[in-house]
């Protein structure tokens, strides 16, 4: 990360009026963007991470705290400093292609050239907006009606719109929900190298964990107007920094268990050592926890005591893997195996465990 951030947010707050009273939607967030980094708001509906995009992008006024954007304050609740949107330099994609119907492509994109605030000659508007429409591959479909384009593509052409004044800034809040599955996939890809390519600052707002682990630098994991962890998409998935996390990026098992005794936990996998939390005295509740994939199955039964059985339950059949749920003394442990995997529902299993990858929370 360069020294100097392009956004800056301190002690960020933002309250709203309600039946019940205020509701806190963020509550005093800091969060520092690098130069032509690509940073993840992740968490689910309602955890603040769409009502941060806002306020950053003007949209919503702050409760408390303040914006920089490129070293200029564009927000401060304190001084009662806001500079409005459209003197912000942003651009925005929404979740809502908001195209123009009765335009064209070309006259879609050239709209903040000709109409907006940075008015420019034709001859410069044809030249940006031909260079932002080849960045996004719709080049060839600038005559189109944007009617006629699929889902995709009006999407790009909004992206095309966002860029086209080069804006320091890029704002996206779940630009590609609208998109079917194969596309999302697609266009995930293509967000990424058109972001890097464009030479822009990005701030992405998503609860799809696949897409946030996919596009970031960094992820932001928020939760209730808060942020749980910050960090590359490797630290987010490996190194969860306890339950809410862990439980929204990726799949993962969770095992109730009890501190045995010093480094021993005793759960219906059986008594196992690990590293127990520092906090954490003998008696004290813990969950273990571990993610499918780092689970095996095995048809030889009784051959090591620190391997539970159990029953296939569940199969999922996924093509380049399967899912198998196994039922071991009630507790119910999702394995993750290659999909040419042969193990069948009412079948006894032996669940290997193995002896790192877990995490410990109290």
């Not at 995009?53 to 006024?61: D, Y």
Request: hydrophobic share 35%.
């Amino acid at each position: 990360m360069s020294s100097k951030p392009i956004i800056s947010i301190r002690g960020l707050e933002k309250t709203f009026p309600s039946d019940r009273g205020p509701v806190r939607a963020v509550n005093k967030i800091n969060l520092d963007v690098a130069e032509n980094e690509f940073v993840v708001l992740l968490g689910p509906s309602g955890c603040g991470k769409t009502t941060t995009l806002r306020c950053v992008a003007g949209l919503e006024k702050p409760t408390g705290g303040s914006i920089d954007i490129a070293g200029e304050l564009v927000n401060s609740a304190e001084t009662r400093h806001f500079v409005p949107p459209e003197k912000r330099n942003i651009g925005m994609v929404f979740q809502s292609y908001a195209v123009w119907p009765h335009l064209n492509v070309y006259q879609n994109v050239a709209l903040p050239l000709t109409d907006g605030r940075e008015r420019l000659p034709k001859k410069q508007v044809r030249e940006r907006v031909m260079e932002s429409l080849e960045l996004v591959q719709l080049d060839e479909l600038e005559t189109r009606p944007v009617t006629d384009l699929s889902g995709g593509q009006q999407q790009r052409v909004a992206l095309a719109r966002a860029i086209v004044t080069k804006p320091m800034v890029l704002l996206m809040d779940e630009p590609l929900s609208n998109l079917d599955a194969r596309l999302r996939e697609e266009m995930r890809l293509e967000l990424k190298k058109i972001a890097t390519t464009a030479g822009v600052t990005s701030l992405y707002v998503t609860h799809d964990q696949a897409e946030a682990l996919s596009l970031g630098d960094r992820v932001c994991v928020m939760n209730e107007g808060e942020i749980q962890q910050v960090g590359s998409p490797e630290e987010v998935y490996g190194n969860p920094p306890n339950h809410f996390v862990a439980d929204f990026v990726g799949d993962m098992n969770f095992i109730k268990g009890k501190v045995s005794g010093p480094g021993q936990i005793d759960s219906p996998l059986g008594i196992r050592s690990h590293d127990v939390p520092s906090n954490s005295q003998v008696g004290s509740e813990v969950t273990l926890a571990i993610r499918p994939q780092f689970l095996d199955l095995s048809l030889d039964l009784g051959q090591n005591s620190q391997s539970p059985e159990g029953t296939v339950v569940i199969k999922t059949y996924l093509g380049d893997a399967v899912l198998y749920e196994v039922d071991v003394s009630g507790v119910t442990l999702i394995a993750r195996l290659p999909g040419e995997s042969h193990f069948n529902v009412g079948q006894r299993v032996t669940v290997v465990l193995p002896s790192d990858h877990w995490h410990i929370f109290p």
